[in-house]
């Protein structure tokens, strides 16, 4: 019988044993009497028999056959009175009332018992099943290095590991041991799976792909018999690559030797460590792991024998960008008029995953407009929706009032972006709000650079803080709105990581504040103030670059009140204008 037939049937028999109890009840309805009257059926002969118990009442049965309650005076000596009377007092037992009650609280726990027995070894049933199917080899060989665009250091390191893979034997000859495992790590989307595949696919092995929270599991030593079984799979297939993403699930770091997760956590970890540590020798098996916080690793994991190699997998420069706009345009109809280079340029910080979602996005658009080609102004229409998502059609709610503080909040942004660097482009400003809860946008884009230097955060600083700027200076500081929290938290950030990452404040000094926090000797409170006295300072730089170009703002903000999106070539006409008179 089914779990749920048993579950059905106890709350039949719930059902019945309580309509049992309340006709019973009804039927054998007793009358309630006073103590004196009772005493006077007493005095009077009228008492049959009496039942005794510690309840606040008594029963009692009349000679008659009526059956009676009343109070029960709990005296030493009433049950002696009863007797003299020639009463038949008897003791109370278990009356129905108690017996259904008994019945009803034994069948529920009879029921749960039977429950939690069958199914938790069900679950752990089912949990090692999937770990059967989670571990079924791929052995899809057709992605190569061809077939990642960009990440052109990452790709050569990862090119010595397929000869590892192919000829251990060789490097066995000299002594040289084999790399037990490689980590990738990087910010999302930047291709670190699409190399552990295409390190599978040049090596010609087959690949194991799991997840870190694959292993996370609730039921003791599971996570550490999947771990086991993982790498016993691989070896029975000889030469091959395990692949573990978001291996930071299942790794984090310890401190001071206790365990920041659960025990379970650290039995897997360490079954993982045992593995690689290798035991036995694991010619041609390469454990290949991706993450993208690598500060959260337990040190174990990252000692020599285990993750040997660490290779960061950077967001992609603009040719890398381009190689990848071409890679995932090839299967694309694009219009002659569409420029991959200009793209490439347009598209600074995109990881690869956002450029293949880009392309997408335009073929959708292009779809949905039933073109044969898919245009410039469908990828515009693209690229808008990914950063900011989808344009609000109806926009007949917004007053006046709201699109006029929003276009002085962006060409604030805008504004200051040109000034502050020459370099700078504001390549398009647009006050259409979006279904991501933004009211407009200004879209910056700073020469690309390997580092940024002091000068670079600070302005970027002040761009952050240029909207807010700019509605205290034209409405008044009691009338700034709410539109600014998201640049607060990008200038909080920029100005926390100036002082307490990059040690680029010459109050605060060289020291890093992760090493402090991790150490446990807090100095949040001198960070905080110091981080507060740089937003103040450069807040109020920004107002003044606002206040010098006020008209330059002004007509920015008229612009965008007329077209609602201002392109880079009207923006740039409205600065050489000015700046020419």
């Known amino acids: 019988m089914k779990r749920k037939n048993y579950f059905l049937l106890f709350i ?19 009358e309630t009497i006073s103590y004196k009257s009772f005493v006077e059926e007493l005095e009077n002969n009228q008492v049959e028999r009496v039942i005794l118990s510690d309840s606040p009442q008594i029963k009692a049965e009349l000679r008659n056959g009526e059956r009676v309650l009343t109070d029960n005076p709990r005296t030493e000596d009433f049950k002696k009175e009863l007797l003299l009377y020639g009463v038949r007092v008897e003791e109370a037992g278990l009356g129905l009332k108690e017996v259904l009650i008994f019945l009803a609280l034994t069948s529920g726990l009879i029921y749960l018992v039977y429950f939690f027995k069958n199914k938790v070894p069900k679950e752990v049933e089912k949990e090692m099943s999937n770990l059967s199917n989670m571990e079924e080899v791929d052995y899809d060989t057709r992605i190569s290095f061809k077939d990642v665009a960009g990440n052109e250091e990452a790709k050569e390191s990862l090119k010595e590991m397929v000869d590892f893979i192919k000829n251990p034997e060789v490097y066995n000859q000299y002594g040289a041991r084999l790399p037990r495992g490689v980590l990738l790590y990087g910010p999302p989307g930047t291709g670190k799976t699409l190399l552990a595949k295409a390190l599978a696919g040049e090596a010609g092995v087959p690949i194991f792909p799991v997840s870190g929270s694959d292993f996370v599991q609730v039921y003791a030593g599971l996570g550490a018999s999947r771990i086991r079984g993982l790498f016993k799979k691989a070896k029975e297939k000889g030469k091959s690559v395990i692949f573990i993403d978001e291996i930071d699930s299942l790794g984090k770091k310890r401190r001071d030797n206790q365990a920041t997760g659960s025990e379970e956590g650290d039995r897997t970890l360490n079954a993982l460590l045992a593995e690689m540590s290798g035991f036995k020798e694991n010619d041609g098996i390469i454990v290949v792991a991706a993450t993208n916080r690598i500060d959260v690793l337990d040190e174990a994991l990252l000692r020599p024998g285990r993750f040997d190699r660490q290779i960061e997998v950077q967001l ?10 071409r890679v995932h345009a090839k299967n694309k109809p694009l219009a002659e008029e569409v420029d991959l280079r200009k793209l490439a340029e347009e598209t600074v910080y995109f990881s690869g995953a956002q450029l293949e979602s ?13 073109d044969q080609l898919i245009t410039q102004e469908h990828i515009g229409k693209a690229y808008y929706k990914v ?27 805008a504004l200051v972006a040109k000034l502050v660097s020459k370099e700078n482009r504001v390549t398009k400003v647009s006050i259409i709000p979006s279904t991501k809860g933004m009211g407009g946008f200004s879209l910056n884009i700073g020469p690309e650079k390997m580092y940024k230097n002091k000068e670079d955060i600070l302005n970027n600083i002040k761009i952050a803080l240029g909207g807010r700027a700019a509605e205290e200076i034209v409405y008044g500081p009691d009338q700034i709105t709410t539109g600014a929290s998201s640049d607060l938290e990008k200038a909080t950030e920029m100005a926390l990581s100036l002082i307490g990452l990059y040690g680029m404040d010459r109050q605060s000094g060289l020291i890093s504040y992760n090493v402090l926090l991790s150490m446990d000797l807090k100095d949040e409170i001198d960070l905080v103030n110091r981080a507060r006295e740089i937003l103040e300072d450069m807040y109020s730089e920004t107002k003044n670059i606002l206040l010098e170009s006020r008209e330059i703002l002004n007509i920015l903000a008229a612009g965008l009140l007329e077209k609602e999106v201002l392109e880079e070539n009207d923006i740039d006409e409205i600065f050489s204008q000015e700046f020419a008179s």
């Open 12 to 30: 039949i028999l719930l059902v019945l044993i309580s309509g049992t109890y309340f006709f019973v009840e009804r039927v054998n309805k007793i």
């Open 358 to 370: 880009l392309l997408n996005e335009a073929a959708m658009i292009a779809v949905k407009d039933q």
């Open 316 to 325: 992609p420069d603009i040719n890398a960008r381009e190689k990848i706009l």
């Open 387 to 413: 950063l900011v998502g989808d344009e609000k059609k109806d926009r007949s709610s917004l007053s006046h009032k709201d699109r006029e503080i929003t276009a002085y909040h962006e060409a604030g942004h």
